[in-house]
C-alpha cells in the first residue's frame, strides 16, 4: 500500500514505491520513454538543421525556415519613394486620381508593367475602356488617363524635393 501524500520515487511505510502514473495507473516502460525521447531529439535536431539551413543557404522560397531578405537589410538613405497613380479626365469634365483597386489590380500588378507602358501608352486604354464598362454613369467614363508616379526624393534619409512623374498617356490631348 502506498501512502498518501508520498512523492514519486519514494517508499511508504510498507516499503512500496509510488509511481508517477499513481498507484494503480501504468507505468512507463523503458522502451516508450526511449522512443518518446528519441522522436523529439530528431524532431529538434530537424528543425535547427532547417533553421541553419534556411539562414545560409535557402531562399525566401524556405520560409518559415528562411528569412525574408526584403525586410532583412535597411534602405538607401538617400533616393527616391514613389507610388503609381492614375489622372483621369472624366466626361463630365472634372479631373479625378484614381489608384490600381480602382481598375481591379493590386498595387505590385500595376508597378510590374511601369516599362510596358512607357514603351507603348495605347495600353492605358485597355484600362479605361475596363473601367468603362464597369461604370454605368456617363459622365464618369474615362476620357483620357495618364499614369503616374508620386513621391519624393530623399537625401539622407530626408525628404528634400516632391517627385510627379508621367510614365504614360493615352486619349485626346
Avoid: H
Amino acid at each position: 500500500m502506498v501512502e498518501i501524500g508520498t512523492r514519486s520515487g519514494e517508499a511508504g511505510r510498507d516499503g512500496e514505491v509510488a509511481s508517477a502514473a499513481g498507484p494503480e495507473g501504468p507505468e512507463a516502460t523503458p522502451a516508450s520513454v526511449s522512443f518518446g525521447r528519441a522522436w523529439r531529439n530528431v524532431l529538434t535536431i530537424g528543425l535547427l538543421v532547417s533553421v541553419i539551413m534556411g539562414t545560409f543557404a535557402w531562399t525566401d522560397d524556405a520560409w518559415p525556415f528562411a528569412p525574408f531578405r526584403m525586410f532583412a537589410a535597411a534602405t538607401k538613405p538617400t533616393g527616391r519613394v514613389v507610388r503609381v497613380t492614375f489622372q483621369a479626365d472624366l466626361a463630365g469634365g472634372t479631373r479625378t486620381e484614381l489608384d490600381a483597386l480602382d481598375f481591379g489590380l493590386r498595387r505590385a500588378e500595376v508597378e510590374g508593367q511601369l516599362d510596358t507602358v512607357s514603351a507603348d501608352p495605347d495600353k492605358l486604354g485597355d484600362l479605361a475602356r475596363s473601367y468603362n464598362s464597369r461604370v454605368s454613369d456617363p459622365g464618369e467614363q474615362i476620357e483620357r488617363l495618364e499614369m503616374v508616379l508620386v513621391g519624393s526624393r530623399i537625401v539622407d534619409g530626408v525628404p528634400t524635393e516632391p517627385i510627379v512623374e508621367v510614365v504614360g498617356e493615352w486619349g485626346p490631348e
